[in-house]
Structure formats: C-alpha cells, structure tokens
C-alpha cells in the first residue's frame, strides 16, 4: 500500500463521486421540473374546482330565479282570472260591499268619492275611493276588520281621524280597489 491510500480509494473514488455527481444533477434536472409541472397542474386542478363551484352556485341561483319567475306568472295569472274582475262586472258591487263593511259595525257612511287611475305597465285600473265615516273608535276598529276579512282585493291608503268630547269620531278612509282593464282597451 502506498502512502496516499489504496488503488480503489485514489483513482476509483474520485471517478465514482464525479459519476455520483452527474447522477444527482441528472436527477435533479429530470424531477424538478416535473415536480413544479405536477404543482402547477394540482394548482390549476383547484382552480378549476373553484370555478366549477361558483358556476354551480350561480346555475343555482338562477334555477331558483327561474322557479321565483313562474311563480309569480302563475300567481299573477291566478291574480288576473280570480282576484280582480272588470270595473263593468265588480264596480258598483265593490263600492255596495264597502258601505256595507261600514255600516256592520254601526258606522255611519257619508258621500262617498271616487277616482280613477289607470297604472301603468299593467292591464289594470286602480279605483280610490274616499269615504267620511262618523261612529266610535270601537266601530271603526270594526270597520278595518271587515276590510281585512273581506275576499275583494281592497288596500287601505290613507285614514285621517278626528275625534271629540262625545267619543264620536269622524274618520275619513281612503281605499284603492283594482279592476282589470277591458282587453285591448284602456279606461271607459
């Protein structure tokens, strides 16, 4: 043996920790780049898990829009053939049925006044009535019971109420019926 080591370890060492080397940077080059290519790809799978969430969520919204749609086209046409009726055929019965809504509970109806307004956008016309009752808080009461009960399709838009000394009162209600508008026409 010679004083620098054995054969192996002086020619055969060196020879192998370069070939050893080379090895580890041919690895490197060949698995860096497909490990940051698998990343990415992970990367974009997420994404376009996220983006596929989202775009459930909004085909969902939109389903639920949809539904809210055609539930308001049925209930509006269930609202146009069983609520409201032409002013020709529910007029003078509306106005008959909210005198007699007065005079339940023991009001006493004055003159009453009408006007009409056509609305815009639909085939319907809004009838404001204006009626002076004179009675007791109690009667009154009553009263905007009996409109709360009554099947016509009736709004309350305005009370004005003035009492004095005898607990009369005098209330002045201001009422909104609708008629649906003769097909292909506006107001008579």
Same mark, same amino acid.
């Not at 070939?19 to 940077?25: I, S």
């Given at each position: 043996m010679s004083a620098a080591g054995p054969f192996w370890r002086r020619r055969l060492l060196p020879v192998f920790l370069i070939?050893?080397?080379?090895?580890?940077?041919a690895l490197a080059a060949w698995t860096v780049p497909r490990t940051l290519r698998l990343r990415s790809a992970t @990367? !974009?799978? &997420? /994404? %376009? *898990?996220?983006?596929?969430?989202?775009?459930? @969520? !909004?085909? &969902? /919204? %939109? *389903?639920?829009?949809?539904?809210a749609i055609a539930a308001n086209t049925r209930d509006l046409a269930r609202f146009y053939e069983s609520v409201v009726d032409t002013e020709q055929a529910d007029l003078?019965?509306?106005?008959?049925?909210?005198?007699?809504m007065a005079r339940a509970p023991g009001l006493t109806p004055g003159r009453r006044n009408f006007r009409r307004e056509e609305i815009e956008g639909v085939p319907?016309?809004?009838?404001?009535?204006?009626?002076?009752?004179?009675?007791?808080?109690?009667q009154l009461v009553g009263f905007l019971e009996e409109v709360e009960r009554s099947p016509r399709f009736l709004t309350v838009e305005r009370i004005s109420l003035r009492g004095d000394e005898d607990?009369?009162?005098?209330?002045?209600?201001?009422?909104?019926?609708?008629?649906?508008?003769?097909?292909?026409?506006g107001t008579r």
């Open positions: 070939l050893l080397a080379l090895n580890l940077l @990367a !974009r799978v &997420a /994404e %376009a *898990r996220q983006t596929v969430e989202q775009e459930r @969520a !909004r085909a &969902a /919204e %939109a *389903r639920e829009r949809a539904d003078l019965p509306t106005l008959e049925d909210i005198e007699a319907l016309e809004r009838i404001t009535v204006v009626l002076p009752l004179g009675g007791s808080y109690e607990s009369e009162a005098s209330l002045q209600v201001e009422m909104s019926a609708f008629m649906r508008l003769p097909r292909g026409g």
